[in-house]
C-alpha cells in the first residue's frame, strides 16, 4: 500500500520546517491475477464516418480479493523504464484490470484512472464497467512489433506472477539477451511450461490481439480448490486474432 510520513521539525532557536515522505508498504495480501488478454498494436474502425482507435492493452481477471499495491507490468521490449505499476487499490475476486498504454485523442479528459472504487467512472473509448481501467501518460507505441515477452511481477519478492511469451511466425530464435534471459525466469517461477526455445512461445502473423482460450476451466479449477499455484501456462492456452476481436475489460466466455 501507498503512504505518506508526515512530520515536523524543529531546532534550538525555534524554526521548523514541515516535511512528507511518500512510500509504498510490503503488500500482504497480493491477489491471484490471470493475464487474459494484450492487444499489441493499435485497431482502427471507422464509425459514422470517424476513425475510432482502440491502443495497446492488457488486460487482468482477478480470481481472488486483493490489494494491487506493489504489483508491476513489464516488457521486454519496452525496458525498464517503462515498467508500469500498479496503484495501491483493491480488487475483489471476479473482476477485470485493464491497463491501457495511450489514452485515446478523441476522448483523453475521459481516460480516467478509476482509483477512487468506482469502476463506472471511465467511460472512455475501450473502457468498461466491468473492468479497473487504468492510463498510462503515453503517445508512443509499445510492446514488441514481432517479439516480446510481457509480464506481471511481484516487487516485493521479484517473482513473476504471470507473462505471455510471443514472436512472429518463422522467428528461429529471441532477438535479445533479455528475452532469452526472462524465459528462463518464466520457466524458473513456473509460470510458463516447455523449454527456453522459440519454439515454446505463441507464434502468430501480424497485428495480432493474444487472448486467454482456458480461463473458465481455471475460475472451476479456483472455486474447487485444485488450482496449482503459481499458474503455469504455454503456447496452447492462447489464441491470437488478426481483426477486430479485442474484449478489454470484459471476456466472452461470460
Same mark, same amino acid.
Given at each position: 500500500?501507498?503512504?505518506?510520513?508526515?512530520?515536523?521539525?524543529?531546532n534550538k532557536w525555534?524554526s521548523?520546517?514541515t516535511f512528507?515522505?511518500?512510500?509504498t508498504?510490503?503488500?500482504n495480501h497480493i491477489? $491471484?491475477?490471470?493475464?487474459?488478454? #494484450?492487444m499489441?498494436?493499435?485497431r482502427?474502425y471507422?464509425?459514422?464516418k470517424?476513425?475510432?482507435?482502440i491502443?495497446?492493452?492488457?488486460e487482468?481477471?482477478? +480470481?481472488?480479493?486483493?490489494n494491487l499495491?506493489? +504489483? =508491476?507490468?513489464?516488457?521486454?521490449?519496452?525496458?525498464? *523504464? $517503462?515498467?508500469?505499476?500498479f496503484?495501491?487499490?483493491d480488487?475483489?475476486?471476479?473482476?477485470?484490470?485493464?491497463?491501457h498504454?495511450?489514452?485515446?485523442?478523441?476522448?483523453?479528459e475521459?481516460?480516467?484512472?478509476e482509483?477512487?472504487?468506482?469502476?463506472?467512472?471511465?467511460q472512455?473509448?475501450?473502457?468498461?464497467?466491468?473492468?479497473?481501467?487504468?492510463?498510462?501518460d %503515453?503517445?508512443?507505441?509499445?510492446?514488441g512489433?514481432?517479439q516480446d515477452?510481457?509480464?506481471?511481477?511481484?516487487s516485493?519478492?521479484?517473482k #513473476? +506472477?504471470?507473462?505471455?511469451?510471443y514472436? $512472429?511466425?518463422g522467428k528461429?530464435?529471441?532477438? =535479445?539477451?533479455?528475452? =532469452?534471459?526472462?524465459h =528462463?525466469?518464466?520457466?524458473?517461477?513456473?509460470?510458463w511450461?516447455?523449454?527456453?526455445?522459440i519454439e515454446?512461445?505463441v507464434?502468430?502473423e501480424?497485428?495480432?490481439?493474444?487472448?486467454?482460450?482456458?480461463?473458465?476451466?481455471?475460475? *472451476?479449477?479456483?472455486? %474447487?480448490?485444485?488450482?496449482e499455484?503459481? +499458474?503455469? *501456462?504455454d $503456447?496452447?492456452q492462447?489464441?491470437?486474432?488478426?481483426?477486430?476481436?479485442?474484449?478489454?475489460?470484459y471476456?466472452?466466455f461470460?
Amino acid at each position: 500500500r501507498d503512504y505518506v510520513f508526515r512530520g515536523e521539525v524543529e531546532n534550538k532557536w525555534g524554526s521548523s520546517l514541515t516535511f512528507s515522505y511518500r512510500f509504498t508498504g510490503f503488500n500482504n495480501h497480493i491477489p $491471484k491475477l490471470i493475464l487474459t488478454e #494484450i492487444m499489441d498494436e493499435t485497431r482502427r474502425y471507422t464509425k459514422s464516418k470517424i476513425e475510432h482507435k482502440i491502443y495497446e492493452f492488457i488486460e487482468f481477471y482477478a +480470481l481472488t480479493d486483493g490489494n494491487l499495491s506493489g +504489483l =508491476k507490468i513489464y516488457s521486454c521490449n519496452d525496458g525498464e *523504464s $517503462k515498467v508500469f505499476d500498479f496503484p495501491g487499490i483493491d480488487v475483489n475476486a471476479g473482476d477485470f484490470i485493464t491497463v491501457h498504454y495511450r489514452k485515446n485523442s478523441l476522448d483523453g479528459e475521459l481516460c480516467i484512472d478509476e482509483i477512487t472504487g468506482d469502476k463506472a467512472l471511465c467511460q472512455a473509448e475501450g473502457a468498461s464497467n466491468q473492468s479497473w481501467d487504468f492510463y498510462l501518460d %503515453n503517445t508512443e507505441a509499445r510492446f514488441g512489433a514481432s517479439q516480446d515477452i510481457v509480464f506481471l511481477e511481484n516487487s516485493n519478492n521479484g517473482k #513473476i +506472477l504471470q507473462a505471455i511469451l510471443y514472436s $512472429k511466425t518463422g522467428k528461429t530464435d529471441w532477438t =535479445k539477451d533479455i528475452f =532469452k534471459e526472462t524465459h =528462463k525466469r518464466c520457466i524458473q517461477d513456473g509460470v510458463w511450461k516447455g523449454e527456453t526455445t522459440i519454439e515454446d512461445a505463441v507464434s502468430y502473423e501480424n497485428n495480432a490481439n493474444f487472448q486467454r482460450n482456458n480461463l473458465p476451466e481455471i475460475i *472451476s479449477a479456483q472455486n %474447487n480448490d485444485t488450482l496449482e499455484w503459481p +499458474l503455469s *501456462s504455454d $503456447k496452447n492456452q492462447w489464441d491470437y486474432f488478426k481483426t477486430a476481436n479485442y474484449t478489454p475489460g470484459y471476456c466472452d466466455f461470460f
